[in-house]
């Protein structure tokens, strides 16, 4: 594949915010049992036990939540094949009537 092929190619991302919105909820929801669990450990003789849950925590669902995104957003990039551009020349009869809008004083 030389570079002139790929300018006959579109690509185009059809990625919205409702199609991650689920994700960012199950993130969010991790988070908040996670913080709420470090904080039913906090009244606990070792608090560090609090902070390494969170970590444990954040640390095992990262990759799943990064795998999820990037195969969403894989899957909304399309490659769109376009013809060629010809030389384009204007139709006879198609110039427009309309004049500026000139500042009246």
Not at 48 to 68: D, K, Q, R
Request: charged share 10%; hydrophobic share 50%.
């Amino acid at each position: 594949m030389n570079m002139g092929d790929i300018k006959n190619y579109r690509f185009v991302c059809t990625l919205t915010f409702g199609d991650i919105y689920g994700q960012i909820i199950v993130w969010l929801i991790t988070i908040t049992l996670s913080l709420a669990s470090a904080l039913a450990l906090m009244g606990a003789k070792r608090p560090v036990y609090a902070l390494a849950t969170v970590g444990l925590i954040v640390l095992l669902s990262l990759p799943f939540l990064l795998f999820a995104f990037v195969t969403t957003l894989l899957n909304h990039i399309e490659l769109i094949a376009i013809e060629p551009r010809t030389k384009t020349e204007p139709i006879p009869g198609n110039v427009s009537q309309q004049r500026p809008v000139q500042a009246t004083s």
